[in-house]
């Protein structure tokens, strides 16, 4: 049964948020890292070796997290009442989060493929590099950059409405992502 009939998130579903929510906090924190950390090239390139693979694979498991969710729908909200520029903002929110994290990884392998670097998959392979093109590399570089900060902002919203929902609603919002059932956050 789809996630939008059950009225929660089956464990697939769950699995899915929670993997990919730690891998994007990962690629996030390792990817301002990189860029605010102060390192130096020599110190930077292995970092970014690894930053490109896991990224690289990540939007094969990103696909697959955004094709799961369109096929199970999204569950009806568990708040009581909410006002309606809540349930547009929710809304918003996921549908932004689901493009941010196909957008992300995208951006990113493109512009190192587009920069004429090929991407090393941890030594298991390589995908080469395509032939260099600067308007591509510097689309998808800004891209990159922007989808960083609008993922954190994104992500940041999206937890503290969760939050909001669990301390504040007290409804099922947060309980049924971490386990899946709908009972109240309050007994």
Not at 22 to 30: E, I, P, Q, S
Request: hydrophobic residues 50%; glycine residues 8%; proline residues 4%.
């Amino acid at each position: 049964m789809t996630d939008s009939k059950t009225g929660s998130y089956n464990a697939i579903s769950r699995a899915n948020h929670w993997i990919v929510s730690l891998a994007f906090f990962g690629m996030l924190a390792v990817g301002f890292y990189l860029e605010y950390g102060g390192l130096t090239r020599e110190a930077r390139g292995p970092i970014m070796a690894l930053h490109k693979a896991t990224g690289t694979v990540l939007l094969i498991v990103v696909a697959w997290r955004v094709i799961w969710r369109l096929n199970q729908g999204f569950p009806a909200s568990t708040a009581s009442t909410m006002p309606g520029w809540q349930v547009m903002a929710s809304k918003a929110v996921h549908w932004a989060l689901l493009a941010a994290i196909i957008v992300m990884p995208l951006s990113g392998v493109f512009g190192s493929l587009f920069a004429g670097r090929p991407i090393d998959i941890y030594g298991l392979f390589t995908i080469p590099s395509f032939e260099k093109n600067e308007a591509i590399k510097s689309a998808a570089g800004f891209t990159h950059t922007v989808m960083a900060y609008a993922l954190a902002g994104l992500i940041t919203v999206h937890v503290a409405a969760a939050i909001k929902h669990h301390l504040i609603d007290k409804d099922a919002t947060l309980t049924r992502m971490l386990t899946g059932r709908v009972a109240t956050a309050e007994p």
